[in-house]
């Protein structure tokens, strides 16, 4: 899976223009899911200018509850009305900005599960938990909370985004053997928290930094199985770029 995450960028008419200028650049590409994540005024727009392509569209965030009183909250019910397929849970930048804990992240999961969107869950370490060596016991934690009360026979849909805090928008890029890793660390809570099958079967995104010039490297590692990409998914060229360099392995 290679999924382009725009955060707050992007009019309407730029997300169409993206949309028009993409598609025939990954036509020849059937080894990566590819899935856009638009900020959900675009939603609308962006599902209907991908309708009969190969782009999936996730939302960036979303209530657990299906309707209610939540001002500016987006229920799964009405992405599901739009026709958005994919959803991000607990992004760095909703935790950090906007509060969302572990706790919350395991709300929206089982939700999202429920509701049949397939669920990319964003965990990772900041900075000063790397450097006081506390990186594996993070990962467990937000993974394992994450995944508290799944039911495996339900979980087979699930994604896990590993975005190390400190290379997301910072030019700093994992290296492979940082995120390889990280990622066989969660791989193994996955185990522990639903099953081996499950661990084995789930896919596992690399992201934070991720530019054409460094994907190969990271999607050859068997435990990587796509990317999470910001700054460079704004950029048609550069995204079609990714995908095409992912087929890596
Ligand atoms: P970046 O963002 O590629 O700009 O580092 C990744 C992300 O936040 O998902």
Known sequence: ???????????????????????????????AEIVLCPSPTLLPTVVD????????????????????????????????ALGVTHVLIGHSERRQYFNETDESVNLKLKSALAHGLVPIVCVGELLAERESG???????????????GIDPAAASPLVIAYEPVWAIGTGRTATPEIADEAHKIIRAQIAKSLSPALAASTRILYGGSVKPDNTASLCALDDIDGALVGGASLDPASFAQIVANSAAK
């Open 49 to 80: 200018a991908a309708r009969n392509t190969p782009a999936h569209i996730a939302a960036q965030t979303m209530h657990w509850l299906d309707q209610g009183a939540y001002t500016g909250e987006t229920s799964p019910l009405q992405l599901k």
């Open 1 to 31: 899976m290679i999924a382009a995450n725009w955060k707050m960028y992007k009019t309407p008419d730029e997300a169409v223009a993206f949309v028009r200028a993409f598609i025939p650049l990954v036509a020849h590409h059937s080894h």
């Open 134 to 148: 506390q990186t594996a016991a993070v990962l467990e934690r937000q993974t394992s909370v994450a995944l508290g």
